[in-house]
């Protein structure tokens, strides 16, 4: 039997990739976007996929997108915005739309698939975080807040649809060549210094996220829930490894 999944944001960046890579693994899928024409654009290109065009803050347009598409066996909550700027500088606009956004969006999307896959008696919701939810990053305004929160409604989802037989975890990617980070990487100075920064060797790639997520929507992590999958080639370790220390310590404590 044909599974199916909804990724959302998946018109383009890391949402189209996990749109593809579920597609290529046989997923019936649920291309939702904002942009209704860049949604039907992925969509066509896929075998066997629709293009569901809402807004994930929004629960009407949610629940129309879920009357077309029917119960999906997985949700990918992955839409998501960023407004840059210091906390000081952030509009209290600007905070909302990134928390409507983000976190509501998480919030309603999850629970309109979970009314209809505690009928169905099964699912699995995989919500794409951020290493900006576990340590923050400057000038991101309420970017790594909405982050750090969507894990933690991931685990109350968790232990609430549990009995339901729905499981809940979060991705957290690190420095990724690709999606809201493209920008970045586009300079070749700073792709550079972030890439030696590290300990894996290399930047993330859209698809290092893809294969993450489709294993936590898979039957080979039926027994993985409320649980927050980092995969950031061990950035988020490499605190110590990247401050300043002299040779000398390196020695401290060693045998005479």
Same mark, same amino acid.
């Given at each position: 039997?044909?599974?199916?999944?909804?990724?959302?944001?998946?018109?383009?960046?890391?949402?189209?990739?996990?749109?593809?890579?579920? @597609?290529?693994?046989?997923?019936?899928?649920?291309?939702?976007?904002?942009?209704?024409?860049?949604?039907?654009?992925?969509?066509?290109?896929?075998?066997?996929?629709?293009?569901?065009?809402?807004?994930?803050?929004?629960?009407?347009?949610?629940?129309?997108?879920?009357? @077309?598409?029917?119960?999906?066996?997985?949700?990918?909550?992955?839409?998501?915005?960023?407004?840059?700027?210091?906390?000081?500088?952030?509009?209290?606009?600007?905070?909302?739309?990134?928390?409507?956004?983000?976190?509501?969006?998480?919030?309603?999307?999850?629970?309109?698939?979970?009314?209809?896959?505690?009928? @169905?008696?099964?699912?699995?919701?995989?919500?794409?975080?951020?290493?900006?939810?576990?340590?923050?990053?400057?000038?991101?305004?309420?970017?790594?807040?909405?982050?750090?929160?969507?894990?933690?409604?991931?685990?109350?989802?968790?232990?609430?649809?549990?009995?339901?037989?729905?499981?809940?975890?979060?991705?957290?990617?690190?420095?990724?060549?690709?999606?809201?980070?493209?920008?970045?990487?586009?300079?070749p100075e700073f792709r550079r210094r972030r890439s030696e920064k590290v300990p894996a060797g290399r930047l993330g790639t859209v698809e290092d996220i893809a294969h993450a997520v489709l294993f936590l929507c898979s039957d080979e992590s039926q027994y993985i829930t409320g649980h927050?999958?980092?995969?950031?080639?061990?950035?988020?370790?490499?605190?110590?490894?990247?401050?300043?220390?002299?040779?000398?310590?390196?020695?401290?404590?060693?045998?005479?």
């Amino acid at each position: 039997m044909t599974k199916s999944m909804i990724v959302t944001g998946a018109a383009a960046g890391i949402g189209e990739s996990i749109a593809r890579a579920a @597609a290529a693994a046989g997923y019936r899928v649920g291309v939702l976007d904002i942009d209704g024409a860049a949604a039907r654009a992925v969509a066509d290109s896929l075998p066997d996929a629709v293009a569901l065009e809402a807004a994930v803050n929004d629960p009407g347009q949610i629940e129309s997108a879920l009357d @077309a598409f029917g119960t999906p066996d997985a949700l990918v909550n992955n839409a998501g915005i960023v407004r840059f700027g210091t906390l000081l500088d952030q509009s209290v606009d600007d905070w909302r739309a990134v928390v409507d956004v983000n976190l509501s969006g998480a919030f309603i999307c999850s629970t309109a698939c979970a009314r209809r896959m505690a009928t @169905a008696g099964q699912g699995s919701i995989v919500s794409i975080t951020s290493i900006n939810g576990i340590a923050p990053g400057p000038n991101a305004g309420a970017y790594g807040s909405t982050k750090a929160a969507i894990d933690m409604l991931s685990q109350q989802m968790s232990i609430e649809w549990g009995p339901l037989g729905i499981r809940s975890n979060t991705v957290a990617p690190g420095l990724i060549d690709g999606g809201m980070s493209a920008p970045i990487f586009a300079d070749p100075e700073f792709r550079r210094r972030r890439s030696e920064k590290v300990p894996a060797g290399r930047l993330g790639t859209v698809e290092d996220i893809a294969h993450a997520v489709l294993f936590l929507c898979s039957d080979e992590s039926q027994y993985i829930t409320g649980h927050q999958l980092v995969v950031d080639g061990g950035v988020i370790n490499s605190i110590i490894a990247n401050l300043p220390r002299p040779a000398s310590v390196d020695g401290v404590g060693a045998p005479d």
